[in-house]
């Protein structure tokens, strides 16, 4: 049997990212991945889900009913976290998403104001989902939902297949991060982090 492992570095050039450096924007075919570490991400200039796009807006309902944009949050670095209260490793991955809420929220970061967490639930209870959030301790107050499950707009936009599914982005809206789990969700944001 064949086993393959792919770094973070062969995924980006994989996904066709610019990055820059000291030499400015390169081509992702002339990067090592062992060079990916410390690099920049380069904004894409365009909306969507790749590392470097602009992310798409997502405008969906709080559990009282107001509607959330991500786009409020512009200026913090976001994660948005894709989730539901039925989803079991979405449930045990809370913990973590909950301890980087509560280690990065007062922070001081180079160039974002904050960081924050945009909550997409894929629930289709608001019950149900009111109560995950309670029982999780999911603090932060920007918790979305259509209550459309897998038929979920933003899910789709996102191009969202299977969950926990987290994405990062920055203080300008450009994903700098997908799927960050455990700690290497936290490494992803100390790269940002000026003082804890």
Known sequence: MLTWKIGVGAVLIAAGVLISNDQGAVAPSR???????????????????RI????????????KGKVMKLSELRGNLVLIDFW????????????????AYNKYKKAKFKSAEGFDVYSVSLDSDVERWKA??????????????DLKRWNSEAAAVYGVSS???????????????????GMELHRQIDRHVARL
Not at 52 to 63: F, K, M
Request: aromatic letters at 2%; proline letters at 8%.
């Open 31 to 49: 990067i090592a991945a062992s060079e990916i570490t410390e690099q920049t991400v380069v904004p894409s200039g365009r909306v969507g889900t």
């Open 52 to 63: 470097g796009d602009t992310a798409p807006e997502i405008a969906l309902n709080s559990p």
């Open 84 to 99: 539901a209260s039925w989803c079991g490793p979405c449930r045990r991955e809370n913990p973590n998403v909950v301890s």
């Open 132 to 145: 995950a959030i309670a029982a999780d301790g999911l603090v932060w107050k920007n918790h979305v939902s």
């Open 163 to 181: 969950i926990p599914m987290s994405i990062l982005v920055d203080e300008n809206g450009v994903i700098i991060g997908k799927n960050l789990r």
